[in-house]
T-cell receptor
Framework: KNQVEQSPQSLIILEGKNCTLQCNYTVSPFSNLRWYKQDTGRGPVSLTI?????NTKSNGRYTATLDADTKQSSLHITASQLSDSASYICVVINVPAYSGAGSYQLTFGKGTKLSVIP | GAVVSQHPSRVICKSGTSVKIECRSLDFQATTMFWYRQFPKQSLMLMATSNEGSKATYEQGVEKDKFLINHASLTLSTLTVTSAHPEDSSFYIC????????????FGPGTRLTVT
């Protein structure tokens, strides 16, 4: 069964500090992995997309890593800001065997709820 | 670009009534639209996939007669929750895909449904 596990479930950090969120997955066959930011009461917004061959990708203060061998990914946030308070969701995309075009499946993690406090 | 809107953002209805939620792609045509449901502290759960002009494909365990999906155009999909019950109270999120062979989905802002 395809699963995406995220840790920690929640995290509180002081403004200006760094933090790292973890994502472990058992999705196969792997296509790519995405990190989304979801503000409370809003839809998810894409932060990064990691393909099988990519180890690290940055988007401003967000840096995602991927280890396809151990099936782990992390999202590192540097110099946190109050506006970073949100849920961060790890999503792994796979293409089932013998499927037609467009048959991508998305497996969502439960997210890590990050609270940045002054 | 690639903006998806939902209407309404919040709705409260009485048990037994029906509620319609709209999902629109504002600046692109969507080959496919998806409907998700999210309970507190839970993952987004895919309910159904819809392509313009054809019947929606529902995930296992989702009642198609209860959650009616209409995808009338390349920019509009609607989800109607019929005979709503309190357990249908949830956060409903739609997403849209531009290219058939792409996994990229653009999510709407969600609709908070509360059934009293």
């Amino acid at each position: 069964k395809n699963q995406v596990e995220q840790s920690p479930q929640s995290l509180i950090i002081l403004e200006g500090k760094n933090c790292t969120l973890q994502c472990n997955y058992t999705v196969s066959p792997f296509s790519n992995l995405r990190w989304y930011k979801q503000d409370t009461g809003r839809g998810p917004v894409s932060l990064t997309i990691m393909t099988f061959s990519e180890n690290t990708k940055s988007n401003g203060r967000y840096t995602a890593t991927l280890d396809a061998d151990t099936k782990q990914s992390s999202l590192h946030i540097t110099a946190s800001q109050l506006s970073d308070s949100a849920s961060y969701i790890c999503v792994v995309i796979n293409v089932p065997a013998y499927s037609g075009a467009g048959s991508y499946q998305l497996t969502f993690g439960k997210g890590t709820k990050l609270s940045v406090i002054p | 670009g690639a903006v998806v809107s939902q209407h309404p953002s919040r709705v409260i209805c009485k048990s037994g009534t029906s509620v319609k939620i709209e999902c629109r792609s504002l600046d692109f045509q969507a080959t496919t639209m998806f409907w998700y449901r999210q309970f507190p502290k839970q993952s987004l759960m895919l309910m159904a996939t819809s392509n313009e002009g054809s019947k929606a494909t529902y995930e296992q365990g989702v009642e198609k007669d209860k959650f009616l999906i209409n995808h009338a155009s390349l920019t509009l999909s609607t989800l109607t929750v019929t005979s709503a019950h309190p357990e249908d109270s949830s956060f409903y999120i739609c997403s849209a895909r531009i290219l058939l062979d792409s996994a990229e989905q653009y999510f709407g802002p969600g609709t908070r449904l509360t059934v009293t």
